[in-house]
């Protein structure tokens, strides 16, 4: 069934991953899907570019469109989104899925990092969601996703630049949602509840493959918030599991990368998860 059909999105960070994952279900789904990163030639060290996710789209009969993005540039930004509404009539759905990761204490963090993780987390985010409200407002609508966990204390030591860039994602969330409630437009922060395969946490060493579930839970659950199935309040901060037991999902063994393993959990309110102990 064509959820989304006649649907425009926007996916960030779109060219492997997690971001993939969901312009492919979200083509499958009937959008148009605007793929923006930075990766258009082929890199060694990072397998994957946009053109690889167009044709893989368009070999199924799906939508897609190339639009090679720098995040971190507002100029590319308003390019991205002007060109979108310009070709396309119109935005419905924009996932801020592109990140940086970097974890490390505080006096350990050089400066070049913490612009890092802020610019294309935090900063990213609120120029991207700044830049397609007014045309989600004259089409009547529209839904953003950023990939941010939801508030909680004592969980930043050891990732305190990185956990700043995704709280303030959160409170894109929260207050953005306030602001546009008039609207009709939806916004929500989804969060996984273990690690999810994707090449930062593959680049980064963290763990191996029996340690994380695989992109599809992230994607059936934005695929539940867009669709309004999970039927979770806008301006929410939830967890995959979360959403994906709102619309009657009980087991979560068919996500795991290696089947019969048990990933560890990192959910951030849970002393005793990985996140706090092992990560």
Not at 76 to 91: A, H, K, M, N, W
């Amino acid at each position: 069934m064509a959820e989304f059909s006649g649907k425009v999105a926007i996916v960030t960070g779109a060219s492997r991953g997690i971001g993939k994952a969901i312009s492919i279900a979200l083509a499958k789904q009937g959008a148009h899907v605007v793929l923006a990163s930075k990766t258009v030639a082929p890199n060694p060290k990072l397998p994957g570019t946009l053109d690889d996710v167009r044709q893989e789209i368009e070999s199924f009969g799906g939508k897609a469109t190339v639009r090679p993005t720098d995040v971190r540039e507002e100029s590319q930004i308003e390019e991205l989104v002007g060109r979108t509404v310009s070709e396309l009539g119109g935005v419905d759905f924009l996932i801020n899925n592109a990140g940086a990761l970097f974890w490390s204490p505080v006096d350990m963090t050089p400066a070049k990092r913490f612009d890092l993780v802020m610019g294309v987390n935090a900063r990213a985010s609120f120029l991207c969601a700044a830049a397609v409200l007014p045309f989600m407002k004259k089409r009547g609508g529209g839904h953003i996703i950023n990939m941010s966990p939801p508030f909680t204390a004592h969980c930043t030591s050891g990732k305190v630049a990185y956990m700043i860039s995704k709280f303030g994602m959160s409170m894109l969330t929260e207050g953005l949602a306030d602001e546009v409630k008039g609207d009709n437009i939806k916004v929500h922060s989804l969060w996984p509840v273990t690690m999810v395969e994707s090449q930062a946490v593959i680049g980064n060493h963290l763990g191996e493959p029996s340690m994380w579930r695989k992109a599809d839970i992230i994607v059936d659950s934005t695929v539940a918030l867009l669709s309004g199935a999970a039927k979770i309040e806008s301006g929410k901060c939830v967890y995959d599991e979360e959403v994906l037991e709102a619309i009657g999902v009980k087991t979560f063994e068919k996500y795991a990368c290696i089947a019969g393993t048990t990933p560890p959990r990192m959910r951030l309110d849970d002393p005793e998860a990985y996140w706090h102990k092992g990560a």
